[in-house]
């Protein structure tokens, strides 16, 4: 007769399960944030890019350039935003339909918006997610995640040299009378 060893009982564990120090409560609010975060980043780029591909005018070239650069630089954050998610052991968006349950920020369906209308709307936009990334750090902080908040302070910049840009855009051409 043939000795048999018993296979050892091992845990069970995700095929996403992803290894952290950080506490399973953290990682659960962080990567909620995080991923409201995401949903307001898509529907961001795309409210850019809708103006960018709508705008018209006397300063098309400007706002159009303007725009679409900003785009870009929201829709690159997009990335970071859900690996962070997932290297701290979270799941992160899976379709549009969630993205479009938790966003905050607002579409715009209109047919037509005046182009310092846009500037004016997508800066208040950018001025909200700035406030809504300061939240998202606090967050970060108490939790002791330092790799998240870091990543925050940068999109922060980035977002209030949008707002900047937007604001600056938006007043210049009050002040040409256009």
């Keep these: ?23 399973p409560e953290g990682i659960a609010a962080i990567s909620q944030a995080l991923n409201v975060l995401l949903a307001d980043t898509f529907a961001l780029y795309l409210k850019t890019k809708n103006f960018h591909w709508h705008v018209s005018g ?18 690159a954050t997009t990335d970071d935003i859900a690996e962070r998610v997932r290297k701290i052991g979270g ?7 969630q993205i479009a349950s938790l966003q905050r920020v607002k579409d715009n369906n ?6 310092l209308d846009m500037l ?14 300061r939240e998202a750090h606090e967050l970060c902080d108490k939790h002791e995640d330092v ?3 870091s990543l925050i302070e940068n999109w922060i910049d980035e977002t209030e040299r949008r707002t900047w ?8 051409a009050d002040r040409s009378g256009h």
């Design 147 to 149: 790799a998240t908040a």
């Design 120 to 133: 004016r709307e997508l800066m208040g936009d950018n001025k909200t997610f700035a406030a809504n990334l």
């Design 110 to 115: 209109a047919d037509f918006v005046p182009p």
């Design 1 to 23: 007769m043939a000795k048999v060893r018993a296979l050892v009982q091992r845990k069970k564990v995700s095929p996403l399960d992803t290894p952290t120090d950080l506490k």
């Design 58 to 75: 006397p300063h098309f070239r400007d706002y159009h350039l303007l725009l679409d650069e900003q785009a870009a630089q929201i829709y």
């Design 91 to 97: 799941m992160t968006l899976r379709s549009i339909g």
């Design 165 to 172: 840009f937007l604001f600056e855009a938006s007043r210049g």
